[in-house]
């Protein structure tokens, strides 16, 4: 069975862009675990109340097919965490999937994944993608090699169709 974890904030995460992949993939046998940094129950911006399964600091990427930074606003809190930098570059070094919708993909971006590469995020944070080498689409989702980013709430069922593509 395929495994996949998606990390959110531990406040005010975007719910349908963690809800809906959550549901796709789970739909389609893939297992699903939610990564915060408390345990504790956390809010989504629109009032979704998700506990956690794991901390991010337990994360062994080894362990998972894709690892999905999931957006809203609270999601800028990885945007200059060492250990989520650490996590993204080594999903990509390995060849996993690494994707992140939203916001997010400024995490991956810091973390130097991004150099060359294709790839789309919320439109007010363009310039922090470019500013790091990325080639920014303005596309509501886009894939290059194994990372996949997307730009907001309205591209999140296309989002979770394309980590189940590629874990297929």
Known sequence: MKRVVLIIPEDKFRDEELMQPKAFLEKNAIEVKVASTTLNPVIGMLGAKVKP????????VEDFDAIVFIGGSGSAQYWDDPFAHQIARKANNSGRILAAICIAPVTLARAGVLKGKRATVFSSEADLLTAEGAKYTAKPLEKDGN?????????????????LKALK
């Open 53 to 60: 399964d794991i901390l991010v600091s337990d994360i062994k």
């Open 147 to 163: 990372i996949i980013t997307a730009g907001g709430p309205s591209a999140a069922r296309e989002f979770a169709e394309e980590l």
